[in-house]
């Protein structure tokens, strides 16, 4: 059946369940059409009443949402958005922007009928207009892409379903975030936004835009995707997020009321009036048009809506009855987009940039570079939740009905999907929060993760034909699965969420010395047994009792699973591997890794495909916080900035305790640097890459001063100052010491002023070598000398650092009484520059998205289907299934991407063709339609304000790409989005 014959019927499908109609519709008087007429040749001022509430900080989602724990910091939603739909209704010009899907989902879930009606039109005629419309306003340092687009996607289908075409926004508002990445500009694009606003950008970088009146400008987000794709119109707001000083109305504020009965003897009209005109003109002296923005609002503010409205009111009312004696000054109620459509009717040229707005500094010494890495357990967990999630999402596609309605019960994914939407949050992940609030946003997503679980329950055992019940152990780095420690027999299955066949190194815990693995031919498998290292018997803390480790490299085909079975041959044969004290090197046909043989430190790396060799030191440091005090500025470092007290860390031990092992499927250097830091060097068979599993904690204290503990990786690549580092996981942008791009860089931090997010990769590089390290979670880092890349792993430190959450960063539990213990692996790799990303690439996919592992006691029944695959064929290596999960119960979310860049390979970095019928072995593909990057517009009909660079002519519109036959194209970094109608084969 030809896709042009089922489109028209698919789209009445879709259009009910995207609430969208099938054709055009008439605008209502919501968005653009609802904004207050301006005046031509005077100063309009858009006053934007707004609050700013956090999803979790200084308390929780739930007691930001109720109120509760006031003693912390006063604030409670629920009353905010009662208050303000109060207020509006009392007066038809007073407007009101709101952002956090997650809060307002909540509070409308409470509402009577006849209040959401009310609520209704209030969006309808534009009163009450919604503005970024995520579930959260995500942090843009330590967030995954992938993660961002979910829960992006979840807030639009709210509004979507909730109020149609006027709920969807028109601006994306990230007031808060601290810095800001190229990538989410790439995204909020392809979303179809027409401009964003933020309230953060570094001091000096703030000085020189005002100078120049380049506040506004046009993002180029993308150095792949064809102009204006990835372009997004930009504005930095005049006072972060708050009112200008003296014109705040809140409860939470102490500014006096406007008196304007002039019979008091504190009448302040006049006053008012004047200083606001002061402040409007001066603003309008650092911006471009006639026209200002201004944000009256803040923090949970609005609780008490009737304080900010009775006097905006007078305060638009007494300012404009200047006018008559002359004054070019001009107040309205307005929102950004209304704002931003008369940027777009002033018909300028705006300044182009191409790099992004880290790091960020908001003084001399205060550079917002240490929550990069704060939380490094919590951002691990984040990462690996991500994971699962997806995993779960894709197994309740390929399951279908059976996965939520099954032999184990009840599965959804659901409560993971809005746990992983909160952790997005800009004082989630990025580790701001209190600890409390922290504790909060991990029980989350373990509970989220226990409902999915019974999900990917349901959908293995309906598609393997085995009931037999799933064990999920959890705390496999650690080597603690009571099943496999205490089991004679018993199966392993790997699911491979992405879609190409992957291998994977196993290590379970056993008790045994000897065991035999079977594939799922019945093939034997070569395994060995090894001790458990002394590292992980401390981490561990009595959590399990296994002595060994057995490990194997298992593989499973795309979007699949592969089951080995796993028997104990003898109770006492001793394992058989060699053991060295001080090894030289170790090896594989592809790796060859050197050590000092008197410090134990790794010294070398050599590619022997590519006859490369490198000069490689690496070694562990800490950076001593400063605490504030006998410092020029009184800044400690704190969970948001990184302040060392010297530029010179020190180093944790010269020389390191090492221990050897090798087998035929791994070999192994496990080094002690202090009894607070440890690591184990290890290559894989077969392996390209280098893994250097890292354990630190609890980081001593004894001395009363923080810690900030990197990994520094020394080499003789001579990288001139210039490291590079992702954008979110995606796009790779080239970093310089002591170098801004757009204005001349005063550095006053030469380390903490260095750091740059590193999501998944940083490299180094000359002309003959790229070495590559790979995270497995988000993290800070930098080359502060040439051929060095250092890496922060974990902080712990003793003072707060006065930005708002009042706590110092000092993690403990009952776990880890003295401080956090926290485990982490980076992937090295060494190749010829120009066909790294063909290695980076893939590999930090499949450290995204890693193999889920699950187990089952015992003999499996013997009609168990042991290996299956989603798909007829694996995908082109260029193209990753990034989206694969139920929109309803016909239809399916699938999003395909590009993930190379145009320039980075010479294999690669081509567009490649895939047709969407031949795709799944166990779904038929019946109808398509493309939608936007959010799925919450047709692709077809998504416009956006075109607009001209200063530096070039205006970008010509893209044309849309042909979905009338089954086969789409990609092109780099291109991400497509289609609505699936399927049936099961």
């Not at 989410?184 to 953060?200: L, N, P």
């Not at 989630?428 to 999915?452: F, I, M, N, P």
Request: glycine share 6%; proline share 5%.
């Amino acid at each position: 059946m030809a896709a042009g014959c089922v489109l028209p019927l698919l789209l009445g499908l879709l259009a009910k369940s995207l609430s969208l109609p099938v054709g055009r519709q008439e605008e209502s008087a919501c968005g653009y059409q609802s904004c207050h007429l301006t005046k031509p040749g005077v100063l309009n001022v858009h006053l934007v009443p707004h609050t700013h509430d956090d999803v979790g900080w200084l308390k929780t989602v739930d007691q930001y949402f109720y109120g509760d724990r006031n003693d912390i910091q006063h604030a409670g939603v629920q009353y905010i958005l009662d208050s303000v739909v109060d207020q509006l209704l009392k007066n038809p010009e007073r407007r009101f922007i709101y952002v956090e899907t997650a809060f307002f989902y909540r509070w409308w879930s409470r509402q009577s009928s006849s209040m959401q009606e009310t609520v209704k039109q209030l969006v309808n005629e534009g009163r009450l207009e919604f503005v970024n419309g995520g579930w959260c306003m995500s942090d843009e340092a330590t967030t995954h892409y992938s993660a961002v687009i979910d829960q992006m996607t979840m807030g639009l289908r709210f509004l979507n379903e909730t109020f149609g075409p006027c709920g969807r926004p028109r601006v994306a508002w990230h007031i808060d975030p601290f810095g800001h990445a190229r990538e989410h500009a790439s995204m909020f694009a392809q979303m179809g936004y027409d401009g964003f606003f933020f309230g953060r950008l570094d001091y000096q970088d703030r000085r020189r835009r005002m100078q120049a009146k380049e506040q506004e400008l046009l993002w180029r987000a993308s150095d792949s995707l064809t102009p204006p794709m990835a372009d997004l119109f930009t504005g930095i707001l005049p006072n972060g997020y708050n009112p200008p000083e003296g014109f705040c109305w809140d409860q939470s504020c102490d500014d006096p009321p406007i008196k304007d009965d002039p019979d008091l003897e504190d009448y302040n009209v006049d006053d008012v009036v004047e200083r606001f005109l002061y402040i409007a003109n001066r603003q309008a002296q650092v911006y471009k048009t006639n026209h200002i923005i201004m944000t009256m609002g803040s923090d949970f503010q609005y609780e008490n809506a009737n304080l900010w409205y009775k006097n905006l009111d007078k305060l638009i009312h007494y300012v404009n009855a200047r006018q008559s004696n002359g004054s070019r000054v001009n107040l309205l109620y307005s929102t950004p987009s209304c704002y931003l459509q008369e940027l777009h009717r002033a018909n300028l040229s705006w300044a182009l940039k191409t790099d992004d707005f880290f790091p960020y500094a908001d003084a001399a010494h205060d550079f917002w570079t240490g929550y990069f890495s704060s939380r490094p357990a919590l951002k691990r967990y984040e990462r690996l939740s991500n994971s699962n999630l997806q995993t779960c999402n894709r197994l309740e596609v390929l399951g279908g009905r059976a996965s939520r309605s099954g032999r184990f019960g009840e599965g959804d994914s659901r409560p993971l999907n809005r746990a992983m939407a909160v952790a997005q949050h800009h004082d989630a992940v990025s580790g701001t929060e209190k600890q409390h609030v922290a504790d909060d946003y991990a029980r989350r997503l373990a509970d989220g993760w226990r409902h999915c679980q019974v999900l990917v329950s349901n959908s293995l055992a309906a598609l393997s034909s085995s009931t037999s019940e799933r064990v999920y152990c959890e705390h496999l780095n650690i080597s603690v699965c009571p099943l496999t420690e205490s089991s004679k027999k018993f199966s392993v299955n790997v699911f491979n969420p992405l879609a190409r066949t992957v291998t994977w190194p196993v290590r379970l815990p056993v008790n045994g010395t000897a065991y035999a693995v079977s594939d799922a031919r019945g093939e034997s498998v070569d395994c060995e047994v090894v001790p458990v290292s002394r590292a992980t018997r401390d981490v561990r803390r009595n959590r399990g009792f296994a002595v060994n480790e057995l490990v194997f490299q298992a593989g499973a085909p795309p979007l699949g699973f592969s089951t080995y079975s796993v028997s104990l041959l003898q109770e006492k044969r001793p394992p058989v591997f060699k053991r060295d004290r001080a090894p030289k090197s170790i090896w594989n046909e592809h790796l060859r890794v050197t050590f000092d043989p008197d410090t134990g430190l790794l010294s070398g790396l050599d590619n022997l495909d590519t006859k490369q060799s490198i000069k490689l030191v690496q070694n562990f440091y800490w950076y001593n916080a400063s605490d504030g005090n006998n410092s020029a500025s009184n800044q400690p470092s704190g969970a948001y900035i990184f302040r060392p007290n010297s530029s010179t860390p020190f180093v944790i031990s010269k020389t390191v305790k090492t221990e050897s092992i090798r087998t035929s499927v791994m070999q192994e250097v496990r080094q002690r640097f202090a009894p607070w830091a440890s690591q184990v060097v290890r290559l894989h068979a077969d392996s390209r890459v280098l893994e250097l599993e890292w354990t630190v904690g609890p980081i001593p204290i004894d001395d009363q001063l923080g810690k900030e503990v990197i990994t520094r990786l020394d080499t003789d690549i001579k990288s001139s100052g210039i490291f590079y580092t992702d954008s979110n996981g995606r796009e790779v942008l080239k970093r310089q010491k002591d170098f801004r791009p757009t204005w001349d860089l005063k550095q006053s931090e030469p380390i903490a002023g260095n750091f740059y997010p590193i999501n998944s990769r940083a490299y180094i590089k000359d002309d003959e070598d790229q070495l590559t390290v790979v995270t497995d979670r988000s993290q800070g880092g930098g080359s502060i000398q040439n051929g060095s890349l250092e890496i922060m792993l974990h902080r712990r430190l003793l003072y707060d650092d006065v930005r708002g959450v009042a706590e110092p960063l000092n993690e403990t539990s009952d776990i880890f009484p003295d401080g956090l213990v926290v485990r982490g692996r980076l992937l090295v790799s060494l190749q010829r520059p120009a066909a790294a990303a063909d290695a980076h690439r893939p590999l930090a996919q499949e450290t995204v998205l890693q193999p889920l592992v699950t187990f089952m006691e015992g003999d499996l029944p013997p009609d168990t289907r042991l290996e299956f695959s989603g798909l007829q064929a694996a995908l082109p290596p260029a193209v990753h299934l990034l989206t694969l999960s139920q929109w309803d119960e016909r239809l399916v979310l699938l999003r395909l991407e590009h993930q190379f860049q145009s320039w980075e390979s010479k294999v690669n970095s081509r567009p490649v063709t895939i047709n969407l019928q031949k795709l799944f072995s166990t779904l038929e593909v019946l109808g398509v339609s493309e939608l936007n990057l959010s799925a919450n517009q047709w692709k077809e009909e998504m416009t956006r304000f075109d607009w001209t660079p200063q530096t070039g002519k205006r970008p010509a519109k893209k044309q849309l790409e042909d979905i009338s036959s089954w086969e789409i194209t990609l092109t780099p970094m291109q991400i497509r989005t289609f609505l699936l109608r399927v049936d099961l084969r």
